[in-house]
């Protein structure tokens, strides 16, 4: 099986164009796009590391959608920015 490389357009394809797309992209923003940081010592360090690692995956998502409709800002490396 041949693997095509995925691009920012199947991004915007699959969250943007499909039925229920933008409904889960909806979905996974509320969910996942809460604030980050968790005060409380080293109860809140853990819980403000796990909330940064939902939210990077959200951030990737959404950079890829606006890089397809030509929303760039150059910067790989800072997607919780």
């Given at each position: 099986m041949i693997h095509k490389e995925i691009t920012p357009e199947d991004y915007r394809r699959v969250f943007e164009e499909m039925a229920g797309g933008p409904q889960i992209?909806?979905?996974?923003t509320k969910r996942f796009g809460?604030?980050?940081f968790v005060p409380g010592g080293p109860e809140?360090?853990?819980e403000t590391c796990?909330?940064?690692?939902?939210?990077s995956v959200l951030?990737?998502?959404l950079m890829q959608v606006n890089r397809a409709n030509g929303v760039d800002d150059g910067d790989d490396t800072n997607i919780n920015g």
């Amino acid at each position: 099986m041949i693997h095509k490389e995925i691009t920012p357009e199947d991004y915007r394809r699959v969250f943007e164009e499909m039925a229920g797309g933008p409904q889960i992209l909806e979905e996974l923003t509320k969910r996942f796009g809460r604030p980050v940081f968790v005060p409380g010592g080293p109860e809140g360090d853990r819980e403000t590391c796990y909330r940064a690692g939902q939210r990077s995956v959200l951030d990737f998502i959404l950079m890829q959608v606006n890089r397809a409709n030509g929303v760039d800002d150059g910067d790989d490396t800072n997607i919780n920015g």
